[in-house]
């Protein structure tokens, strides 16, 4: 028996655009109606609509996903039996006019985490020496607050031993919009790191100056939107970039990662202390490979020592004259390690792992404060204009 089909009926176009409402430029974050992306609606009686996407760029790396995430929205609309999409690009007064207006119609270049009544909270996570996990310990932060429900960013600010993008499983290179830079994103995470400009793996060769200039360009330069935190992933030491950071967001909080053997902990309460002359606040100590749980009987091996978190929290407290806690201990761990070569928090990837519970736990307390500051739990949301 013959199933007659219903008779088209043309698509009503105010539904289609309020469709397109729901799609998100997969870079800016934003509705594509509010940054002047949708050049045309056309619905014909046959139940097929046209519409007309302007992209930011020609090239646009994401021009399949946009083409994608708008074909499903306008299918969903009552009538459409066919999407078409036809991608075009702004013109130069259109990128001028979206850039302007993404930084609240400011014209001069201004790092939005340096201004007064910021709810932006920004953490810059240092340590004395290399090599004791600083960077996954920034990484799992910023995957597990962001999976809390925080916008969160990440400045990849070890110019010269820079390492985020492969720990948060980055592929994308950001876009540039006018003199804007539109930040890749992982795990809900949005990233920025001099690695994502240089060819293949080669070296940064840069001195004070160079480096200064690269933090600002990350910090201002770079669309990161209204975010609930900044991470900043420092080079080891006390050199350049630390007195930048001081200079450039002097609210600027510093978390100090150390690990327990007491060589280490020197070298990180010196790191610490530079909260001393440049008026910042320390967070908290974290102390990373904080033993290793035996895999046949479970007792904790002490492979580097222990206390010395405490030790520096200790010696950062007097120091400083402000209390200092240390904020938690993580357990050696190889899917913590396995993690980072793979682009996986071990956060996300076995939130179960005792590293992972200690890396979770410390998330909760500092995305506490960052609701406590915002106003979150009242259920307001935190605004932070470019």
């Given at each position: 028996?013959?199933?007659?089909?219903?008779?088209?009926?043309?698509?009503?176009?105010?539904?289609?655009?309020?469709?397109?409402?729901?799609?998100?430029?997969?870079?800016?974050?934003?509705?594509?109606?509010?940054?002047?992306?949708?050049?045309?609606?056309?619905?014909?009686?046959?139940?097929?609509?046209?519409?007309?996407?302007?992209?930011?760029?020609?090239?646009?790396?994401?021009?399949?996903?946009?083409?994608?995430?708008?074909?499903?929205?306008?299918?969903?609309?009552?009538?459409?039996?066919?999407?078409?999409?036809?991608?075009?690009?702004?013109?130069?007064?259109?990128?001028?006019?979206?850039?302007?207006?993404?930084?609240?119609?400011?014209?001069?270049?201004?790092?939005?985490?340096?201004?007064?009544?910021?709810?932006?909270?920004?953490?810059?996570?240092?340590?004395?020496?290399g090599g004791v996990g600083k960077s996954s310990v920034t990484v799992n932060l910023a995957a597990a607050?962001?999976?809390?429900?925080?916008?969160?960013?990440?400045?990849?600010?070890?110019?010269?031993?820079?390492?985020?993008?492969?720990?948060?499983?980055?592929?994308?290179?950001?876009?540039?919009?006018?003199?804007?830079?539109?930040?890749?994103?992982?795990?809900?995470?949005?990233?920025?790191?001099?690695?994502?400009?240089?060819?293949?793996?080669?070296?940064?060769?840069?001195?004070?100056?160079?480096?200064?200039?690269?933090?600002?360009?990350?910090?201002?330069?770079?669309?990161?939107?209204?975010?609930?935190?900044?991470?900043?992933?420092?080079?080891?030491g006390t050199g350049d970039i630390a007195i930048s950071v001081a200079q450039l967001v002097p609210n600027?909080?510093?978390?100090?990662?150390?690990?327990?053997?007491?060589?280490?902990?020197?070298?990180?309460?010196?790191?610490?202390?530079?909260?001393?002359?440049?008026?910042?606040?320390?967070?908290?100590?974290?102390?990373?490979?904080?033993?290793?749980?035996?895999?046949?009987?479970?007792?904790?091996?002490?492979?580097?020592?222990?206390?010395?978190?405490?030790?520096?929290?200790?010696?950062?407290?007097?120091?400083?004259?402000?209390?200092?806690?240390?904020?938690?201990?993580?357990?050696?761990?190889?899917?913590?390690?396995?993690?980072?070569?793979?682009?996986?928090?071990?956060?996300?990837?076995?939130?179960?792992?005792?590293?992972?519970?200690?890396?979770?736990?410390?998330?909760?307390?500092?995305?506490?404060?960052?609701?406590?500051?915002?106003?979150?739990?009242?259920?307001?949301?935190?605004?932070?204009?470019?």
């Open positions: 028996m013959a199933t007659d089909t219903p008779p088209a009926t043309t698509p009503d176009t105010d539904a289609v655009r309020a469709a397109l409402a729901t799609v998100n430029d997969p870079e800016i974050h934003k509705p594509i109606t509010d940054l002047g992306m949708v050049k045309s609606v056309e619905a014909g009686e046959d139940g097929t609509v046209r519409v007309g996407i302007y992209l930011t760029v020609s090239g646009c790396p994401l021009r399949e996903t946009i083409t994608k995430n708008v074909t499903d929205a306008v299918a969903r609309v009552a009538g459409v039996r066919r999407v078409e999409v036809e991608l075009d690009v702004m013109s130069d007064e259109q990128r001028r006019d979206l850039a302007s207006s993404l930084r609240g119609g400011q014209t001069e270049r201004e790092i939005p985490f340096a201004k007064p009544g910021t709810l932006t909270r920004v953490y810059a996570v240092a340590s004395g020496k607050m962001a999976a809390d429900g925080l916008k969160v960013g990440v400045v990849d600010a070890d110019i010269y031993g820079h390492s985020v993008p492969r720990m948060l499983g980055v592929e994308g290179r950001p876009t540039q919009v006018e003199n804007m830079i539109m930040p890749p994103s992982s795990h809900g995470v949005s990233v920025i790191s001099i690695g994502m400009f240089t060819p293949g793996n080669a070296p940064v060769v840069w001195r004070g100056p160079m480096l200064h200039r690269a933090l600002q360009q990350f910090l201002a330069d770079v669309y990161w939107g209204d975010l609930d935190v900044l991470l900043l992933d420092l080079p080891p600027a909080e510093i978390l100090v990662v150390t690990t327990p053997q007491q060589a280490a902990a020197e070298v990180a309460e010196r790191a610490g202390s530079i909260a001393v002359q440049t008026h910042q606040k320390i967070v908290g100590v974290i102390e990373n490979m904080a033993g290793l749980p035996c895999p046949h009987c479970g007792e904790m091996v002490d492979v580097f020592g222990s206390g010395g978190g405490q030790r520096v929290a200790d010696g950062l407290t007097k120091t400083t004259g402000a209390n200092v806690p240390v904020l938690g201990s993580i357990p050696i761990d190889v899917r913590l390690r396995e993690g980072g070569d793979d682009g996986r928090p071990v956060v996300l990837s076995d939130p179960g792992s005792p590293a992972a519970g200690a890396l979770l736990t410390i998330a909760g307390k500092l995305g506490g404060r960052q609701r406590g500051l915002s106003g979150m739990s009242l259920g307001i949301t935190p605004r932070n204009k470019f």
